[in-house]
């Protein structure tokens, strides 16, 4: 099994070269939403769940290019 700070890290790294910039600021802008709106402490999955669904949505996007 991966060590969870190595899984991290190499997703980052992924994301970091797939993404362009303003994919990362409508993700970035999403999240910050999501934790700025809830008017009581989220879960960490809340916005996994909401990370995931974008990154989701970006990738069908590039497969239509």
């Known amino acids: 099994m991966i060590n969870q700070e190595v899984e991290r890290r190499v997703a980052g790294y ?8 303003s994919q990362f600021i409508e993700l970035e802008g999403a999240l910050l939403d999501a934790i700025w709106q809830s008017e ?4 960490d999955d809340e916005p996994v769940k909401i ?3 974008l990154i989701n949505r970006f990738l069908e996007e590039d497969e239509e290019v």
């Open 51 to 53: 990370g995931v669904t």
């Open 40 to 43: 009581e402490q989220i879960t």
């Open 14 to 21: 992924y994301m970091g070269l797939k993404m362009s910039e």
